[in-house]
């Protein structure tokens, strides 16, 4: 039974108000639709941006190559004062000098001795050498002022893919860009009046923007962390380095040796 409502709303319900109601209807329904594909097309944005993350977390960057912009550490000649054994943890002046590129020498007992700068490239004849020689190296032996940090880390991933050990003698200077290399041994030996020193990375170029120059940093600074790590080396090591301005060395006790694992026996 239609009631005196429904009668009065089937006199009023023209054509032209159904029509409005379905137009109406459509625009709620876009409305619906638009709001799912903004959420859509948000949500998949939050998804690669984990991804994008996740992925510089685990490769140190998008790219994990070593940086378009070389880094370079300053040249320096060994200072005397720094062959003395260390009696407590203390920034020491670092003395500049003509610096000298790396040298390769093989020793009686496989020890190949490393010494000056590591400058750009230096990796490559460090492979170059290894390859040759071959299983006559058991030691690398360490005595440089540091140098390019890329070519340190690729020294070290050489020495730890051969399965070798790293020293610095008595007497000899591992600073700078050199304890990279140091990380690098299976076995890590610094003897008692040895000095390993180590102090801020910085750009041997001009920085076209500060916010360039921090992103490098910011970059470099996770490469080596990372580095340290996948070496055994306590990362946190490199906090007396980022403390340290360029043109001074923190030089590391026996103690903060062994505290950070940079070496396996003194």
Same mark, same amino acid.
């Given at each position: ?8 709303? #089937? ?11 379905? =137009? *109406? &209807? ?6 619906? %639709? ?14 690669? #941006? ?8 685990? !490769?140190?960057? @998008? ?10 550490? %300053? ?17 020491? &002046?670092? /003395? ?21 700068? %590591?400058?750009? #490239?230096?990796?490559?004849? *460090?492979?170059?050498? @290894?390859?040759? =020689? ?24 050489? %020495? !730890?893919? !051969?399965?070798?050990? +790293?020293?610095?003698?008595? #007497? ?9 290399? @140091?990380?690098?041994? /299976? ?8 000095? /390993?020193?180590?102090?801020? *990375? ?41 403390? +340290? ?5 923190? =030089? ?9 694992? @940079?070496?396996?026996?003194?």
């Amino acid at each position: 039974m239609q009631t005196i409502e429904d009668t009065q709303a #089937g006199q009023t319900d023209s054509p032209a108000r159904r029509d409005n109601r379905q =137009r *109406f &209807r459509w625009r709620g329904d876009a409305t619906l %639709i638009e709001a799912a594909l903004v959420g859509a097309l948000i949500g998949a944005t939050v998804v690669l #941006g984990m991804s994008l993350r996740d992925l510089v977390d685990r !490769r140190g960057g @998008l790219w994990p190559s070593e940086p378009t912009r070389p880094v370079a550490e %300053i040249p320096v000649e060994k200072p005397a004062e720094l062959c003395r054994p260390s009696t407590a943890s203390r920034p020491l &002046r670092l /003395v500049p000098g003509s610096g000298h590129a790396m040298k390769l020498s093989l020793e009686q007992g496989g020890k190949l001795i490393v010494s000056g700068t %590591i400058e750009q #490239g230096a990796a490559g004849r *460090f492979r170059d050498e @290894l390859e040759t =020689r071959g299983r006559t190296i058991g030691t690398i032996v360490l005595d440089s002022p540091g140098g390019s940090l890329g070519d340190a880390m690729a020294m070290a991933r050489l %020495i !730890r893919d !051969r399965g070798l050990a +790293t020293r610095v003698k008595a #007497g000899g200077t591992c600073a700078s860009s050199c304890p990279l290399v @140091l990380a690098g041994g /299976v076995k890590r030996t610094v003897e008692v009046g040895a000095s /390993v020193s180590i102090h801020q *990375f910085y750009a041997t170029h001009a920085q076209e923007t500060p916010a360039q120059a921090m992103a490098d940093a910011q970059l470099v600074t996770a490469r080596i962390s990372r580095h340290l790590s996948t070496m055994g080396v306590d990362p946190a090591l490199w906090l007396h380095a980022l403390d +340290t301005p360029p043109q001074r060395l923190y =030089r590391l006790t026996g103690e903060e040796l062994q505290a950070y694992r @940079l070496t396996t026996r003194l």
